[in-house]
């Protein structure tokens, strides 16, 4: 499907794909991610070929990318600073952090440690834009919820999301059987999101949530700037750093530069006019 | 004892002191810090009146600076960029950030993120000048230990080590009981130090350990100049950025600045002649 009708860029969670599924999205123009959760992993991403490798640490929300659930080394995922650290001096690919960052000052930090971009999630979650529950949404700065936990209790594995009644009662015993679990639990969740039950619900959100607002992606990104510590000194507008070579990989690839829009604001504004659309 | 022969500075582990030691302490100069692992722990921290704050990192070797030892939160140990931003915002006393910190491209990350200063533990235990064990020092660069982890099968309490053996085996069952475990295992841990098993002892390490180097101190920091991936550009030479005034604060009261000696090489000089002296 990503031959015939092929996309800018593609990211594998989960694992390094084979050598030749590689091969064949790069044939077709396409830029390729693979997330890392350790050093190790990280030189299994470079040698499939990848143009890249998502660090994400273990401050990230929703599922951790590791390669293979392992449950003995739970309770061993890194931070996100110490694993760019690690990772820049595994690989020779361009690194891009994940994980936590909601801020300006957050994007230059990992700048400064190695990393050629940042990529954020539930700093977008909350916004307008996205397409989460309207539940799971408030739940990231309702002073109820203080604390995020890896867990297997949603899908059998694991997964960061805000500490709730269902994660509570079936973390301790949630087997490793992915997507098993998942299959079960998902008409439970989906009912729970009926009921207005965010108890009941996956949370999924990274250890920065209560830094998250409900402002419109386009001005909120432009927040990130002002409310830097020391803005504009470290922290490109273009919000990376191009010193390895990151975007000159992305425009070789064919299908241009797509990890961030050009114009924020007018992105931005497509996506509130797509989402007022539906 | 403190206030007889004052030091200048004091920094409190496992909670915040009442206002009046601290009060007591500034009366003889001596600049306090106090840890803290999570924003709420930071405000009690500066309505304590510290004069800044240690913001741990869940990445840190040793133990865990929480105010108290509440299992249920086990898991939720917020990464030190995530921790970083947010004691940024919820306190206005200098943070210095720490935990898994051996590189001077991660001391340039935390200064991006808003933190004053870096501290740094694990990058120094494998230096000549480090009194650990030469078992531990050897453990940290050593590919038989892969990971970290935090345990309480040493002390009681959370504390981060290289998982070997002990920890593998008593970890999973070690109850929230510090300092009774602390001292009950204390001469298993010695037992195993004089026998040469590094298997049995505590080899507590942050999650860089691998990035440690056994180079004398002197040295070892200048290599972090070079090897920040962009050197010279934020990170400035004295290690710190002073636009929050920490290092003011200390020298008003009155022991002068001691978060880094102004002269690393002499000072290693010195600690090195120290150390052949014993």
């Given at each position: 499907m990503l031959r015939d009708n092929p996309v800018p860029v593609v990211s594998f969670h989960f694992g390094a794909p084979s050598r030749e599924v590689v091969d064949a999205l790069h044939r077709v123009g396409t830029f390729v991610l693979v997330t890392a959760t350790t050093p190790d992993e990280a030189r299994a991403v470079e040698r499939a070929g990848a143009d890249a490798v998502v660090a994400q640490g273990v401050e990230a929300g929703g599922h951790q990318g590791t390669h293979r659930d392992v449950p003995e080394t739970d309770g061993s995922g890194l931070g996100l600073l110490s694993l760019v650290a690690q990772i820049r001096e595994a690989v020779s690919i361009p690194v891009i952090a994940a994980g936590g960052i909601m801020r300006g000052g957050q994007i230059a930090a990992v700048l400064a440690a190695g990393a050629s971009a940042a990529q954020l999630g539930t700093a977008f979650l909350a916004t307008p834009e996205s397409g989460a529950n309207a539940l799971h949404k408030q739940a990231l700065t309702n002073p109820l919820f203080v604390r995020t936990e890896l867990t297997?209790?949603?899908?059998?594995r694991p997964a960061r999301g805000l500490v709730n009644r269902f994660l509570r009662e079936h973390g301790p015993y949630a087997p490793a059987a992915y997507p098993e679990l998942h299959h079960l639990t998902s008409p439970l969740r989906k009912a729970a999101a009926k009921a207005g039950d965010a108890q009941g619900m996956a949370l999924w959100a990274g250890q920065g949530h209560r830094m998250a607002r409900d402002l419109p992606a386009g001005s909120w990104w432009r927040c990130w700037r002002v409310n830097s510590p020391r803005p504009g000194r470290r922290w490109r507008a273009e919000g990376f750093d191009d010193s390895s070579g990151l975007r000159g990989r992305a425009l070789r690839r064919g299908q241009g530069w797509p990890l961030r829009p050009r114009r924020p604001g007018r992105a931005a504004r497509r996506l509130r006019e797509a989402a007022a659309a539906r």
């Amino acid at each position: 499907m990503l031959r015939d009708n092929p996309v800018p860029v593609v990211s594998f969670h989960f694992g390094a794909p084979s050598r030749e599924v590689v091969d064949a999205l790069h044939r077709v123009g396409t830029f390729v991610l693979v997330t890392a959760t350790t050093p190790d992993e990280a030189r299994a991403v470079e040698r499939a070929g990848a143009d890249a490798v998502v660090a994400q640490g273990v401050e990230a929300g929703g599922h951790q990318g590791t390669h293979r659930d392992v449950p003995e080394t739970d309770g061993s995922g890194l931070g996100l600073l110490s694993l760019v650290a690690q990772i820049r001096e595994a690989v020779s690919i361009p690194v891009i952090a994940a994980g936590g960052i909601m801020r300006g000052g957050q994007i230059a930090a990992v700048l400064a440690a190695g990393a050629s971009a940042a990529q954020l999630g539930t700093a977008f979650l909350a916004t307008p834009e996205s397409g989460a529950n309207a539940l799971h949404k408030q739940a990231l700065t309702n002073p109820l919820f203080v604390r995020t936990e890896l867990t297997r209790a949603f899908s059998g594995r694991p997964a960061r999301g805000l500490v709730n009644r269902f994660l509570r009662e079936h973390g301790p015993y949630a087997p490793a059987a992915y997507p098993e679990l998942h299959h079960l639990t998902s008409p439970l969740r989906k009912a729970a999101a009926k009921a207005g039950d965010a108890q009941g619900m996956a949370l999924w959100a990274g250890q920065g949530h209560r830094m998250a607002r409900d402002l419109p992606a386009g001005s909120w990104w432009r927040c990130w700037r002002v409310n830097s510590p020391r803005p504009g000194r470290r922290w490109r507008a273009e919000g990376f750093d191009d010193s390895s070579g990151l975007r000159g990989r992305a425009l070789r690839r064919g299908q241009g530069w797509p990890l961030r829009p050009r114009r924020p604001g007018r992105a931005a504004r497509r996506l509130r006019e797509a989402a007022a659309a539906r």
